[in-house]
Each structure stands twice: as C-alpha cells, then as structure tokens.
C-alpha cells in the first residue's frame, strides 16, 4: 500500500505545486504568499521587477515551503510553454494554477486604441487560456493522486467585478473579464469529468498598485467606498484566503463557480437610497 500522507489542516496544501501568475505584487503576491503557507510549494511568475520576485520567493521560504521565480510573459505562448517546462523539471508536477496577471489599459472609447485593446486582450484573457491549457495537459496525463488531493488539478482565475458591472472607459479591461467568465466556465464543464476544478474569483476595488488613483487620496478613497457597501476596500489576503480554500478540498464540489470577493460592490449600491 502506498504510504499515507497525513493531512495537516494548517497546512491544507502540503505537497501540491501552485504556479501563481504575476506574482510579484499585488492580489498575485497575496496569493502565492497564502499559497505557500497552506503547504504549496509556489512557481513565483513575473515579468518585469525580478527583485520583487525574489521577495515572495524568500517570504514564502521563510514559511518552511519550496519556491522559485520564473520569468514569463503569460501573452507569449512560448515562453508560457518554457515556464510550465521548467516547472515540471523543478517541482515535478502542478496541482493549482491561479491565472492572476493583468493589467488595465484607461482610454475613452473613441480615443482607444488598437495597441490598448490588443495589450489587455493578450495578457488578461489570451494569457489565462494559454497558462491554462498547460496546466490541464498536465493535469490530463498525471490524473488524480488520492494522498494529494481529490480533484486531478484546480485552476483559478482571478477575474473582476468587471465581468459584470460595465466600466465607461475601460471597455478592453471589462471585455477581458467578461470574456474570462465564459472561458472559466466553459473549461468546468469540459474538465469536470475529468475531476479538474476550475473556478473564478472576482475581486472588487482592492488595494493594489493597479488602482492606486482610486485609493491614494481623502477623496478618491471617499468616492470609491460609496460604491463598497462594507465601507472598506479590500487588501490582498482577501482574496488570497478565498484562493486557499478554492485550491483545497475543502471545495472539492465547487466548479464552475465566480466567488464574488469584493464587499458587496456588486449589490448595485446606488439603490441602497434610490429606486
Ligand atoms: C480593477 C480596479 C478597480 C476594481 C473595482 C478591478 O478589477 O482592476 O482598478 O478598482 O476592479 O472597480
């Protein structure tokens, strides 16, 4: 009989491997620092700022889990594909992908460009698919491991509350995460049977370099909480927590799910007086 190994609920993700897109701030550094302290051993993937990388790398090692850094830029189907090779010779396996990088790139409609639209196409939607269909070839050949965990790989997709509140001058940044809910949803029901979880989580305004003009002053941040029925943004380790317990199987018959994480900013909160 294979030896058992023991389940640690502090450690609910010991011996899986998490590869944890743009890793190097923000929600994606919330993540794989979670990640790594649930048991994960964590792929930190970056694309500029190395040094930042490095950081998460020795945090999460500080935490008594493996990691390592890895430059890719997730548009690029090749250097996708060299990552996930290096990966595989490093660690051996992937068990959990969170397909976190993006990017937001403002422009009035009328004044966007085609460059704008394409960046924020490539890297938030065509990078979830193309880090995706690695991880679910992978998790297609090695199958199900009983002692690791139940499901044969779980992929998260850090989506948005943009997939759908439409955003006036951001329609590249909402077109990205409405097209992301579809291809979450599309890849559950084709992997389900293979006991393969994919889910989404969408943040609301969370405190990250991406929305800092939303945050960074009195009165920006005034603004901003009328539309937060909590009355606080949300920090990084929000959304990493929710990311822990969508990669554990304590989750296990979830699929195909968006996990609203965003303080109630999808409760149409213009009608908490109106209407
Ligand atoms: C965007 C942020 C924004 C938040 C709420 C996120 O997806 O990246 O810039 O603050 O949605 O509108």
Redesign the pocket.
Known sequence: MAAEIAFNPARPLQNQKALVTGANSGIGEGCAIALGAAGADVVVNYISRPEDAERVVNLIRAGGSNAIAIEADVSNEAEVQAMFGEMLKSFGTIDILVNNA?L?QDAAFHEMTLAQWDLVIRVNLTGQFLCAREAAREFLRRGVVPAVSTAAGKIICIS???EV?P?SGHVN?AAS?GGIMQLMKSMAQELAPKKIRVNSIA????KTP??RP?WDTPAALDA?LT?IPDQRIGLPQDIARTAVWLASDQSDYITGATLFV?GG?TLYPGFATGG
């Open positions: 993006g937001q948005s509350v943009h509140i955003w940044y995460k943040p609301g305004a969370i991406i929305n939303a901003l539309l965003d900013m």
